[in-house]
């Protein structure tokens, strides 16, 4: 595609050329200058997207380690510590989940990683048609991987495997069981990598902003990372509780929650709302909080701050379910963070304005 | 709501809109036939919706306040009239006199019914056609209206489904296309995702029954058929948007004939899955040889050659892309984004040129060429 556009290109060029001279400047005199947005864009991919990818792929390569060390003698000791790393692999995802721009959706990754919700139990069903062809000692190569769907090839296909009793049954009669385990984790592994290798070369997008380049300004750019901010509070409180509560407790069902298998369900929102509120404040230098503040919006800046640290004090309050079952209490208590979060969703989309800021017109409510 | 119109005198707008004209450094763009002027809905910095019409050097040559946000904007073929109709669920339609800005009447729908956003108009001028639900279950509506009787309604009869939302007239006006897109709202909350059934129904507009109807596979049951454009062969182009599963690989992009199964139009894998299987407008160029639908979700506009067995031609990135309409010559089309601006495109040439650029203004979904 890049070649095509070399002409039109050019004669962008010129045309934005003129543009910057031509466009009337809007009103706000505190609007935040480009290269403002430009210090923000920076510190957001070089302080938070870069290095927690970068940890993902630590994390996801201890994972491969610590389950082919399991499966050399299968014992208990490393059964627990193979679990036990999974968890912590899954946090690091949790951990980056959010973002949903630049690599990790090529190729279809973010799915790859990550199918969830699982609403026709994919997951379950392909592992298990999978396992039933271990007679045919079939290799998981890349041509394997490339064939096969996306619900076997992350994080919850591992985690079925180690947690899930009915199929952790098949862990010594079943020849293929480990084999699978293990490429599905080194095919995480290498899928991470690739992720963080194009991040490196995405870079280069924040130092060209063109009419035709991936970004038109820095100010452009920014609206893409502040979506990954704003846009997913909601989508946790309806995907990560609403969905699994229910609107009574007798409708509660927990097995719809994220990572319920692994009993990780509240830990994750509790990583993705500290992830979250590490791009919003914890960045130095250009974080959305201080460009607030520079906005004069300083006050809507502290709540918001304040916000994400109550949501997590009350979700670390949870206790963890007895049998998959919650009782009046928890569900009082996660009806009330969904409450929070709605707060905070909509404290964040009022925080565009002052920062002048738009999260996208048509794409986000179409018709 | 406001009835009073903003007449801002034609030669004031270059500075007022901030667009630009940049087509007097591209040669491309003057072309003799080209239509003068384009109308969309928008929305300002401050949450305002306006009905702006301007014309391809960037003046503004009327803009309007909306009550709410509109979504289609429409020509009538025999009256310095537009027509703007709120999105759904939609209680107001404008008319709107092009040469003072002024509003000539403003109509709204039966009680128990709202507007569902789209409508067509005879070519002989006199009658409007629009879709309408019945707000309690989205049966589907169309509801002809008279212009020789202050827009009074004629009748109404089915559309063939539940959710209607674009329609079109072909065969000379005697028959009527329209896309029901199968979802119940409530407040545009979708209630039936698991049930819906969307259809694309023929009406014949002497004895107002359907005569054709054309539905997907049970496999496609959660497609949605949303948005539909028909050239003058009575082709229709349909752009579609899925309900299911975010990883399922569905068509989005469909030709009918009448009489003949719909034809999928291929769209690369690769491509496909920036889309969110998410489609906007849908759109023939002024030959009926290549067609344009926009994919906002997936920042594209993406192209087919129908004179080259329906070749996939490529996507051109449009960021928050949507609104499009037919250009002067052949495979060229013009597109407005919700960031503002208007390209001029021809997929053919691969060619994409800025014809304005207004940040403070977000184009809404559909774009009309006025004339």
């Known amino acids: 595609m890049k070649t095509i556009f070399k002409m039109v290109n050019k004669q962008l060029l010129i045309a934005s050329g003129c543009l910057v001279y031509l466009v009337a400047s809007p009103v706000n005199a505190s609007q935040l200058s480009e290269q403002r947005w430009q210090e923000f864009n920076l510190a957001a991919v070089q302080q938070h997207i870069i290095p927690n990818y970068q940890t993902l792929v630590e994390q996801s390569n201890l994972l491969v380690t610590s389950v082919s060390a399991f499966c050399e003698d299968r014992s208990e000791q490393r059964l627990n510590a193979a679990k036990s790393q999974f968890k912590q692999t899954q946090q690091a995802w949790q951990n980056i989940q959010h973002i949903q721009f630049g690599p990790v959706t090529m190729l279809m990754r973010n799915f790859s990683l990550q199918y969830w919700p699982d609403k026709k139990n994919l997951g379950g069903r392909q ?193 963890a379910p007895v049998a998959m079952q919650y009782q009046q209490r928890q569900f009082a208590q996660l009806s009330s963070v969904q409450q929070q979060l709605k707060q905070l969703s909509d404290n964040l989309l009022a925080s565009m304005q002052p920062l002048q800021i738009k999260l996208g017109f048509n794409r986000r409510d179409g018709d | 709501m406001n009835n009073k119109s903003i007449n801002v005198p034609r030669r004031q707008f270059s500075g007022y809109l901030g667009c630009l004209l940049l087509s007097a450094a591209l040669p491309s763009v003057s072309m003799a036939n080209s239509p003068s002027s384009y109308a969309s809905a928008s929305v300002d910095d401050r949450g305002q919706h306006w009905l702006i019409v301007f014309d391809q050097l960037g003046n503004q040559q009327v803009k309007y306040p909306l009550p709410s946000r509109a979504h289609q904007v429409l020509k009538h073929p025999t009256q310095p009239w537009l027509l703007v109709v709120a999105r759904r669920p939609g209680q107001y339609l404008l008319v709107i006199d092009l040469n003072t800005g002024a509003l000539v009447q403003r109509i709204t729908a039966s009680t128990g019914q709202h507007f569902c956003g789209h409508m067509q108009i005879s070519a002989d001028g006199k009658l409007l056609y629009t879709t309408e639900n019945i707000t309690l279950n989205s049966a589907g509506l169309i509801v002809v209206r008279d212009f020789s009787e202050q827009l009074q309604t004629l009748q109404q009869f089915s559309s063939g489904g539940i959710g209607p939302h674009q329609l079109k007239l072909c065969d000379a006006d005697k028959t009527l296309v329209v896309a029901n897109g199968g979802i119940h709202t409530k407040n545009r909350q979708k209630l039936n995702l698991q049930q819906m059934h969307s259809n694309l129904s023929y009406i014949n507009l002497a004895t107002s029954e359907i005569t054709e109807q054309v539905m997907l596979d049970t496999e496609y049951a959660q497609l949605s058929i949303r948005h539909i454009a028909v050239d003058d062969s009575s082709r229709v182009l349909i752009a579609m948007q899925y309900q299911g599963e975010r990883t399922a690989v569905v068509p989005l992009v469909a030709l009918h004939q009448r009489g003949e199964p719909l034809s999928f139009l291929a769209i690369p894998e690769k491509d496909f899955f920036q889309l969110q299987q998410y489609c906007g407008s849908a759109c023939f160029d002024r030959t009926g040889s290549v067609v344009a639908v926009s994919a906002p979700k997936g920042d594209s506009i993406l192209f087919w050659d129908l004179a080259n067995n329906n070749r996939y031609l490529h996507k051109i990135k449009v960021k928050d892309g949507c609104g499009i309409t037919a250009g002067a010559s052949e495979g060229e089309f013009i597109v407005s984004s919700g960031r503002g601006r208007v390209y001029q495109i021809n997929p053919r040439q691969a060619s994409k040129t800025l014809l304005l650029k207004n940040t403070a203004i977000q184009w809404d979904n559909h774009l009309a060429a006025v004339g």
């Not at chain 1, 045919?136 to 064939?147: G, H, I, T, W």
């Not at chain 1, 380049?213 to 995907?239: F, M």
């Not at chain 1, 607030?292 to 670390?316: K, M, P, V, Y």
Request: aromatic share 8%.
């Open chain 1, 127 to 319: 592992l298990n048609a999978l396992l039933k062809q271990a007679g045919d000692a079939p290799q998981y190569d890349n041509e394997f991987f490339n064939r096969a769907s996306v619900a076997v090839k992350g994080y919850p296909a591992i985690e079925r495997l180690l947690f899930e009793a009915k199929l952790f049954a098949q862990l010594d009669s079943n020849p293929s069981y480990c084999p699978l385990l293990t490429a599905i984790t080194e095919h995480i592994a290498s899928n991470t990598q690739s992720i963080v290798t194009e991040w490196h070369a995405e870079l280069a997008n924040y130092h060209h902003y063109a009419e035709d380049a991936l970004y038109q300004s820095p100010r452009e750019a920014a609206t893409e990372i502040l979506k990954t901010l704003v846009e997913p509070i909601e989508a946790i409180s309806d995907g990560k509780i609403a969905a699994p509560l229910g609107k009574t407790l007798a409708k509660m069902r927990w097995r719809k929650s994220e990572s319920w298998r692994s009993k990780q369900s509240i830990e994750n929102i509790r990583t993705n709302l500290k992830s979250l509120q590490h791009l919003f404040s914890g960045v130095s230098g250009a974080s959305t909080k201080q460009l607030l503040i520079e906005s004069g919006a300083g006050e809507l800046a502290a709540e918001i701050d304040r916000q994400f640290s109550q949501i997590n004090a009350a979700l670390q309050q949870i206790a």
